[in-house]
């Protein structure tokens, strides 16, 4: 969903002054929001960006595969 619509969803509460203070939203939306603020969290994990690294470093030491099928792809991790 992009931001423009998620704006669309949603309702602003104002305080006295007109200044917007909380936002209501449709529970799919707010659902969507955790999981992706989980996803986030777990892509910033130190282990996980360790690894990240590793593998680019795997790849542009010529280590990566390529495959245009995901049924060879397949094959090749059975091996």
């Known amino acids: ?18 200044r917007n203070r909380e936002v209501i939203l449709p529970y799919k939306l707010f659902h969507e929001l955790i999981e992706l603020k989980e996803t986030i969290e777990i892509y910033k994990q130190q282990d996980v960006q360790k690894n990240i690294k590793k593998s680019k470093r795997q790849v542009r030491n010529g280590k990566g595969k390529s495959f245009t099928e995901a049924s060879k792809a397949i094959q090749w991790l059975r091996q």
Do not use: L, N, P
């Not at 423009?4 to 305080?15: F, T």
């Open 1 to 18: 969903m992009s931001t423009a619509e998620i704006q669309e969803k949603v309702r602003y509460v104002s305080d006295k002054y007109g």
